[in-house]
């Protein structure tokens, strides 16, 4: 602390400058206390869900592979009707297992715990994987699937497990999005100032520019999505916004209702 021996003017200034740090260095404290309790209680949320998404996950497992074997005749041939009730059945499981995957992964990203293992990552074989994946459902709805990646890519520094993830949050969200016989193209290149940039372009029912914005927030669903009745819980893009965020990259959407949707990840190359 200034000791202030100075009656005049700047004798009063001080000592108000004074008061002022003294009040500051307190507020400082406060917040710094509030801001411990709340990490200690966001760490708390985390591994209460850790653990009950363990407990949850384990018969989730199970129902899972009980209904696949059953699926599989091991118990005997089902007739039609058991084998439509059964796959019900195994379907049920499997959404609740992302579920429960996703509100683990938000938690992680909430609390700051996401924990990244970063390794050079060959990105045009990632997409291919990506497509091959995805290529039964669009068969099913005669959505075109297609990817073009770009010349010259190097290789990029990222967490391959997580970003598998945001491609395929993005591609089943397009995929979703867009009717039949539309077309959904994942497109790869290398930007010299961005790094690799990759955009999962559609043509579906679009976002408005009032929803841009609020897609990227946990449980946000648009009006048009939710009055077309297409399934989904709102959490997909927060948990790719989440990731990005974490490799340092960035995320953007460009999107015309009833047109089509673009969204564009940017992931800096670590040389
Ligand atoms: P979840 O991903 O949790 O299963 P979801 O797909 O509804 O559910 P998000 O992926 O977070 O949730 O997307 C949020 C919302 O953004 C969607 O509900 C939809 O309204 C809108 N949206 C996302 N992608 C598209 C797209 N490609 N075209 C049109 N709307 C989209
Ligand atoms: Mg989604």
Known sequence: PVVVTRGDEVGAMLSNLEALRGKLRRELVTYQTALEHTRGADARKASFLNAVSHELRTPLNAVGGFAQLLL????????????????LIRDGGRQLLELINDILDMSMIESGELRLSFASTDIAELVRGVVKIHQPLVDEKRVQLQAEIGPNLPPVVCDARRLRQILTNLVSNAIKFTADDGIVDIRVRNDDRLGAVITVGDTGIGIHKD?????????????????????????GLSIVAGIVDAHGGTIAVDSTPGEGTTFTVSLPVVA
């Open 72 to 87: 599989e005749g091991h118990d005997g041939q089902l007739s039609e009707p058991q084998v439509e009730d059964v796959e």
């Open 211 to 235: 929803d841009q914005e609020l897609v990227f927030q946990r449980f946000y669903r648009t009006d048009t999505a939710q009055s077309m009745a297409i399934p989904g819980t709102g959490l």
